[in-house]
Nanobody, 124 residues
């Protein structure tokens, strides 16, 4: 089992910034590809960003490229999502997740451990 705990969400104005954190425990963090997803009310959960184990290659959803940055600190077993230039359409519950098979995809069904989520709200 692996436990994930997100933090750092909140309410910000358009153009503001937040940094989300996801602390992992239960297994060796460095072995796993990690992802951030989000889900807005009435919408499906969607991929935001991912960082692979080993080479730390990164991919982003087109909607957040240039504004969001994913990173990881293996010594702290933590993955981060820095979000700049936030827009109202970024409002959602943000989840971190583990891709234990290292597929590195964007489909949430490929991820097998999930945190409880943290709410991000962006006011216009």
């Amino acid at each position: 089992q692996m436990q994930l705990v997100e933090s750092g969400g909140g309410l910000v104005q358009t153009g503001g910034s937040l940094r989300l954190s996801c602390a992992a425990s239960g297994r060796t963090f460095t072995y796993y590809t990690m992802g951030w997803f989000r889900q807005a009310p009435g919408k499906e959960r969607e991929f935001v960003a991912g960082i692979r184990r080993g080479d730390n290659s990164i991919r982003y959803a087109d909607s957040v490229k240039g504004r969001f940055t994913i990173s990881r600190d293996n010594a702290k077993n933590t993955v981060y999502l820095r979000m700049n230039s936030l827009k109202p359409e970024d409002t959602a519950v943000y989840y971190c997740a583990v891709d234990s098979l290292d597929v590195g995809g964007t489909d949430p069904r490929l991820y097998d451990y999930w945190g409880q989520g943290t709410q991000v709200s962006v006011s216009s």
